[in-house]
């Protein structure tokens, strides 16, 4: 586009340059032409402030100018830290070191350019920014006299606000950019502007950040890959069986209930990084639930459904498969909660099956659900319920929204960066495919999920909700659990995860994986990375937990096969297709191949 003048600069040429602009009003015109369209066609009226954030910030704002005297403390505090920014400035401006009034986290990626440090404009634009930030969040969490719902969701808009408003987010404040668009003459502007369209095109109106390269991928070609079949289906889910590689197998089948708000293949992305394959070549017979992608003729599915025609219709279709009456089972996430809701109505029941349980990153008390609480409140639920019962369930990207949104930086603004300011395509990389492959939410179960647990807390409460008319009662539960959290988890916070060691009615034993909610799963022993912490002692509290615990190197997976496997019995390994189940398709099967977007 092109021609150079120089070495390293490059100025546009300009019949390129109109060319390129003329295409891109064209598709900006059409583009607002069918958004407006879209919105015109919306049923009802458009909620304004469907997050309920302006109630928050009103009653912030009351209670913050009740006490001027505070107020007043922290301007002096910022002006006083601005003076010596400036002092500091010009020392560095006449030659002499001085050391920086405001520092960047270490893990801050925003400011990784070496001439946020070395030039002095931009070191001062850097340390004026994170004063700005350090005093906004400063001025709200010290708010006296807001509940803590309300406290945190100023805090944590604030917080969006603040990551929204970093001088890396813009042109002239990022030094990156700037040298990107005088090498380049513009090009990463025009080319950037493209990819915002492209954006905007895939989203029908609607921002759709691309954060990977989606023609890379293909479910069942070069991710989910681990060989198996699909041996069973209903309306809401396909059961796979994986092809053994082992000679001999454990006696116990080993079942794999993923949350439905993901795609089971986050546990076999990869050969060398998947779960689902190590566990095959550990000896296990694995099968796996993967859940369907539901549209509006799902819509009054709801909790009990999931249970139904998910952890017990695959317990019954594995007895079928093995002729073996007991299974281990293991849930994560969402899959690990109704993993327990069925270990309680089973236990209700008295019924057999689940001879052991695994539960990875899994929330059952609600109590302090971290950050997603935030979007938990009577006003937002009555919102999104009205949204859901226009289709029958929730957008796949309105949930992907919310989980960004709690990594901001990480999984929005630095694909803005990257994507709309330096013109870059996004890399290759198969766990944020995975993250874009989004799975829609029926309406009945979302509700559900949302007000039983989320906002009334009553799994905890014995029988606090019923499910098929039996009441639950986690303290009814006896099978042995295995029970893993993450220490940096913010989806499910491992200080609420250690709830269930107090409410199971069995043994737990709880182990605590470093990292975060993927990757303190998702950590294969072959690459020698991270921790767990172990403790053998039951003790009340997640902190006496802790200060006990042992710091054991390398991945849990290992600590967990022998356990899952303690005394269990060889047997000559089953092949998918052998028993009284027959094969339906080739693995990864249909179902996950069904595209929200």
């Known amino acids: 586009m092109a021609e150079e003048k120089g070495a390293d600069v490059k100025v546009i040429d300009p019949t390129e340059l109109s060319q390129a602009m003329s295409n891109i009003a064209e598709r900006s015109q059409r583009i607002v032409a069918d958004f407006v369209a879209r919105q015109s066609a919306e049923p009802g009226t458009q909620n304004l402030d469907p997050l309920n954030i302006g109630n928050a910030f009103m009653e912030m704002t009351a209670k913050m100018m009740s006490d001027p005297a505070k107020l007043v403390e922290a301007n002096l505090t910022l002006w006083n830290d601005y003076l010596a920014l400036w002092q500091n400035t010009t020392r560095r401006l006449f030659g002499e070191h001085s050391e920086p009034v405001a520092k960047p986290e270490p893990a801050d990626r925003r400011f990784k350019d070496e001439m946020w440090e070395e030039n002095e404009v931009f070191d001062f634009i850097k340390q004026s920014y994170l004063l700005s930030a350090r005093y906004m969040h400063g001025l709200v969490h010290g708010v006296e006299g807001l509940d803590d719902h309300t406290a945190q969701k100023v805090d944590f808009y604030t917080r969006q606000f603040v990551d929204a408003m970093a001088p890396s987010n813009f042109v002239l404040t990022n030094p990156e950019v700037l040298r990107a668009t005088i090498e380049s003459g513009g090009e990463n502007l025009v080319k950037g502007l493209n990819n915002l369209l492209s954006d905007l095109e895939r989203g029908k109106g609607k921002l759709s950040i691309k954060m990977t390269d989606y023609d890379a991928f293909k479910v069942g070609e070069n991710i989910a890959v681990t060989p198996g079949k699909v041996v069973y289906q209903n309306d809401l889910m396909q059961l796979l069986q994986y092809t053994p590689s082992t000679e001999t197998v454990a006696e116990k089948p080993l079942l794999i209930v993923p949350p439905w708000i993901n795609k089971f293949y986050i546990l076999d992305l990869r050969p060398k990084n998947s779960f689902i394959k190590w566990a095959v070549d550990q000896g296990h017979t694995v099968f796996v639930i993967s859940w369907v992608n539901p549209d509006e003729h799902l819509a009054t599915k709801d909790f009990t459904d999931y249970m139904k025609e998910g952890p017990l219709a695959a317990l019954a279709a594995i007895e079928q498969a093995t002729g073996h009456k007991e299974v281990n ?229 290992t600590d967990w096969h022998a356990w899952a496997t303690k005394g269990c019995k060889q047997v000559p390994a089953r092949v998918p297709g052998d028993g009284t189940l027959k094969v339906l398709e080739e693995g990864p099967g249909a179902y996950v191949k069904e595209r929200a977007v």
């Not at 008390?365 to 999104?384: T, W």
């Not at 909610?517 to 172990?534: E, L």
Request: glycine share 8%; proline share 5%.
């Open 329 to 557: 089972i293991v849930g994560y996430c969402l899959g690990g909660t109704l993993t327990a809701c069925t270990l309680a109505y089973m236990a209700a029941k008295n019924l057999p099956g689940i001879a052991s349980a695994t539960l990875l990153t899994t929330m059952t008390d609600f109590a302090e659900p971290g950050e997603l609480g935030v979007f938990i409140d009577e006003e937002q639920l009555v919102s999104l319920e009205a949204k859901m019962s226009e289709h029958g369930y929730l957008d796949g990207r309105d949930m992907a929204m919310t989980f960004n949104m709690l990594r901001a930086n990480d999984l929005i603004w630095s694909f803005v960066v990257n994507n709309y300011l330096l013109g870059k395509d996004p890399f290759p990389f198969d766990l944020l495919y995975w993250n874009s492959d989004s799975t829609r939410m029926p309406a009945a179960m979302h509700s559900f999920y949302l007000r039983k647990m989320y906002q009334q807390n009553l799994l905890t409460k014995p029988g606090g909700i019923s499910l098929d008319g039996v009441d639950i009662d986690l303290g009814k539960i006896k099978t042995p659990i295995y029970m893993l959290s993450a220490r940096e988890d913010h989806i499910a916070p491992w200080t609420s995860t250690f709830a269930l060691t107090q409410n199971s009615g069995g043994p737990v034993k709880f182990v605590l994986a470093a990292s975060g909610h993927i990757a303190g799963v998702v950590n294969p022993p072959a690459a020698n990375k991270y921790c767990y912490w172990t403790n053998s002692k039951k003790v009340k509290t997640p902190e006496t937990w802790l200060n006990g615990a042992i710091q054991n190197e390398g991945s849990w997976w």
